[in-house]
């Protein structure tokens, strides 16, 4: 088994050099290969600077005040027993104010493959342990957390690596990247060093909490908390250099998140493992946030993009409020709605209510009580179809709320 391991990375070694690429690739044996990106770490860090830096390759702007996000998700379990998840990494302004999806071009679909591909296989399999989604669907948040905030980050653009670098090789480089800042910051060992471990009757103040923190990791990051339950930690840094290889400094929390000062749960994981088979209205209902995802012929096929359109392209994200029952559905484009018998998005839409039913594993969408959606044919590369609602086109299909 070992020396089938050892094969396998020096074949991806070999690999690497015909592209004669003047990255380095660094680490044998078990640890990944990497690219380098040549900036120093010696100057002024994000969100620092007195005068305008020219080179956003080696100095990360706008989005210069990064956030390393983690959860501790206990409906259902994710994750390892005694260690939070990783939720990404989001560049922020210096002002904490943010961008998301800068390069559409880039929303790499198949990131395992790309990991794999290009010499990662030890983050690859980090991350399926420890950067796991709570409904089973890695690949898709792997891939949701690159396109939104990976592809933000001004060190990363395409231009800035090493010339010859495989396609993606930047999008390699920040999952190896999250991974290794999440390994500098072991929430759960943290707690446990002051004496906070989970329990199912416990509780605690926000500033026990964070002083228990702030002793491990030197700084405050800011926790939220869904209602009085502690479920998300973000530590905010500055970089020097690149996300490629730079130097994050750690600064306390610009702002404070969503739990409350006292009464804070802190519970325990039912299992050690994601499980993928629990429906999410157990969690207390639906997400506020979601993709939707199309299931045709019972198997998935793409989802629909923010202007209500079926697509096999990435995703869009759909903020949802209200009750299982009752609730309306936004895109970036705008409301959502139902009318005429067309499912569309946008600023002209008129705002309809949906629900939702629990199907199995999955959460269906229903307008009108159905959960039958068509179409007038099916999408593939950038083809895209209208949705209509009930039976009334060729290609039928129904909709799946995926939380995010
Ligand atoms: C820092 O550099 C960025 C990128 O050039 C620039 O947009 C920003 O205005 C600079 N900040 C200051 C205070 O000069």
């Known amino acids: ?98 961008e998301e999806n800068c390069d559409p071009s880039r929303a790499y679909t198949g990131i395992s493959s790309l990991l794999s591909a290009q010499g990662a296989s030890s983050t690859l399999s980090f991350m399926q342990t420890h950067w796991v989604d709570i409904n089973g669907n890695n690949e898709q948040f792997w891939e949701h957390e690159w396109s939104t905030h990976g592809t933000c980050m001004s060190t990363l653009r395409t231009t800035c690596l090493p010339s010859g670098s495989p396609k993606g090789a930047e999008a390699v480089a920040f999952f190896q990247t999250v991974v290794k800042l999440f390994q500098t910051l072991p929430t759960y060992t943290w707690l446990a060093n002051a004496g906070i471990l989970p329990s199912t009757s416990a509780t605690h103040t926000l500033s026990s909490l ?12 800011s926790l939220d908390c869904n209602g009085d339950t502690l479920n998300a930690a973000s530590y905010y840094f500055n970089l020097k250099g690149s996300i490629i290889d730079g130097t994050f400094v750690a600064i306390d929390a610009p702002e404070t998140g969503s739990c409350p000062s006292s009464g804070i749960k802190y519970p325990p994981k039912s299992g050690g493992t994601p499980n993928p088979t629990v429906s999410p209205t157990t969690s207390g209902g639906l997400p506020a946030k979601a993709t939707i995802n199309a299931i045709h012929s019972g198997s998935p096929l793409g989802g629909l993009l923010s202007l209500g359109t079926w697509s096999t392209q990435t995703l869009a994200t759909f903020q949802i409020s209200g009750t299982m029952s009752s609730f309306t559905m936004t895109s970036s484009k705008g409301t959502c709605g139902a009318s005429g018998g067309t499912f569309s998005c946008g600023s002209g839409v008129a705002s309809t209510t949906f629900s939702a039913v629990a199907s199995g594993s999955s959460l269906l969408l229903m307008s009108g009580g159905s959960t039958s959606f068509t179409s007038d044919g099916i999408p593939s590369g950038t083809t895209v179809f209208d949705v209509f609602t009930g039976s009334s086109h060729t290609q039928d299909f129904s909709l799946e709320i995926v939380g995010i």
């Open 210 to 221: 964070t002083s228990a923190l702030k002793s491990g990791s030197g700084v405050t990051p």
């Open 1 to 98: 088994m070992l020396a089938v391991f050892i094969i396998a990375t020096a074949l991806a070694l070999v690999a690497a050099s015909p592209l004669q690429s003047p990255a380095e690739y660094s680490s044998l044996f078990g640890r990944d290969a990497s690219i380098v990106s040549g900036c120093s770490a010696s100057g002024s860090a994000s969100c620092h600077n007195t005068s305008s830096v020219s080179n956003l390759c080696c100095f990360e702007s706008p989005g210069g005040l990064l956030l390393q996000t983690q959860f501790w998700d206990t409906d259902p379990s994710t994750g390892p027993s005694d260690s939070w998840t990783i939720h990404g990494l989001w560049p922020d302004n210096c002002d904490t104010s943010f």
